[in-house]
T-cell receptor, first 113, second 112 residues
Framework: DAGVIQSPRHEVTEMGQEVTLRCKPI?????LFWYRQTMMRGLELLIY????????DSGMPEDRFSAKMPNASFSTLKIQPSEPRDSAVYFC???????????FGPGTRLTVT | GEDVEQSLFLSVREGDSSVINCTYT??????LYWYKQEPGAGLQLLTY?????DMKQDQRLTVLLNKKDKHLSLRIADTQTGDSAIYFC????????????FGKGTKLSVKP
């Protein structure tokens, strides 16, 4: 199994630009999670989906953040417009119902200048 | 809300045992996990324990759970330099799959 795939691995952008992060979950997994990791706040759950439907987006920091899951094998996290305080590592993880352990992708390191 | 606490740093010598500790606040935990994060990588699931167990051993790893004290520990026997990483404790509180709360991680440094 290829594991959770994320792209890009690194993204550097200027303040005000739109950023799109991508994730392909493990085949057969029906839950998908987006996390943000910073030194100050640790690992924060932003949003998660079950069977492509958003279940809980209470962790999304602002309306500038949006996430979609158009099908079982693809999800995006978009930040528009981006700000320097959005700089962090963004992780995607997936799991399947009945097993709570989550499998993480390698992350996207976002730097907003 | 639920909280998971870990000490931030641990330093050991190669060949010694490492013990990483974690405390949590809610007794309704179901599964408890240990993840390992190496530099520049994602979190890798190491092991887990179900809340009705006291101990689980997997090769060099031993997980101990004290439900009364809400305390979880991970012991790494014969610690190697390759074990240097950040270790995260995570507690699942049942119900929704999203109820997985992570600690802030313990950075383990192994000195040769």
């Amino acid at each position: 199994d290829a594991g959770v795939i994320q792209s890009p691995r690194h993204e550097v952008t200027e303040m005000g630009q739109e950023v799109t992060l991508r994730c392909k979950p493990i085949s057969g997994h029906d839950y998908l999670f987006w996390y943000r990791q910073t030194m100050m706040r640790g690992l924060e759950l932003l949003i998660y989906f079950n069977n492509n439907v958003p279940i809980d987006d209470s962790g999304m920091p602002e309306d500038r953040f949006s996430a979609k899951m158009p099908n079982a094998s693809f999800s995006t996290l978009k930040i528009q417009p981006s700000e320097p305080r959005d700089s962090a590592v963004y992780f995607c993880a997936s799991s399947f119902a009945g097993r709570n352990e989550q499998y993480f992708g390698p992350g996207t390191r976002l730097t907003v200048t | 809300g639920e909280d998971v606490e870990q000490s931030l740093f641990l330093s050991v010598r190669e060949g010694d045992s490492s013990v990483i500790n974690c405390t949590y606040t809610d007794s309704s935990s179901t599964y408890l996990y240990w993840y390992k994060q190496e530099p520049g990588a994602g979190l890798q699931l190491l092991t887990y324990i179900f809340s009705n167990m006291d101990m689980k051993q997997d090769q060099r790893l031993t997980v101990l759970l004290n439900k009364k004290d809400k305390h979880l520990s991970l012991r790494i026997a014969d610690t190697q330099t390759g074990d240097s990483a950040i270790y995260f404790c995570a507690v699942h509180y049942g119900g929704s799959q999203g109820n997985l709360i992570f600690g802030k991680g313990t950075k383990l440094s192994v000195k040769p």
